[in-house]
């Protein structure tokens, strides 16, 4: 409750300086308002695929159906809104759970948490050095072609170093909460 007073607090400062008319106008733009409209219809496409990335790795630990995770997705998206950070996705997605569900909901959001950032470091990450490379090298005093291997080797520090941490958090979690996160310790909930 206090990020959304925050977030509209917030908001509230940010209307009453803004131009409203001024806005509309360049909003309503027919160059703008094509890019408004693809966003606008982008979206729900966007939450469907959240949805079907997540509902295999949360069925790992918890027997739902797509529509249910689905729910829970919007959840999430709809608090994250005013979390900075996406911070409160976890949080929404906690609040359609039952609490006996809410140790599989944050094990698989952080295990979807996990991929993202694997996915980035090894793939956006070249990307963002080789479209970014020209603006970069005009900003930083060494050579661009250093950045190249960071988030690779980020990912490497993160396997070697990261994997205890993981293992300690897991440990963790089942001791707090027990069976339902030994699917992060390699052995499979009997059904």
């Not at 496409?45 to 509902?55: D, I, P, S, V």
Request: glycine residues 10%; hydrophobic residues 50%.
């Amino acid at each position: 409750m206090v990020l959304v007073a925050a977030l509209g607090y917030h908001l509230h400062g940010l209307t009453n300086s803004l131009d409203w008319s001024a806005f509309g106008g360049a909003l309503l733009q027919p160059e703008r308002l094509v890019f408004l409209v693809v966003a606008v219809l982008l979206m729900p496409l966007n939450w469907y695929l959240e949805a079907r990335k997540w509902h295999p790795l949360l069925t790992a630990f918890l027997p739902w159906d797509f529509s249910r995770t689905w729910r829970t997705v919007i959840a999430g998206v709809s608090v994250s809104a005013a979390t900075p950070n996406r911070i409160g996705e976890i949080g929404g997605r906690m609040m359609v759970a039952e609490k006996s569900e809410w140790p599989g909901v944050i094990a698989s959001s952080l295990l979807g948490s996990a991929c993202q950032w694997i996915a980035f470091l090894l793939l956006a990450w070249p990307g963002l050095i080789w479209t970014t490379g020209e603006l970069l090298a005009e900003r930083i005093d060494f050579s661009v072609h250093w950045l190249w291997p960071v988030g690779p080797l980020v990912l490497l520090l993160g396997f070697t170093v990261g994997k205890g941490l993981f293992l300690r958090a897991a440990r963790y979690l089942v001791r707090r909460w027990g069976e339902a996160t030994r699917a992060l310790r390699g052995r499979r909930r009997r059904r």
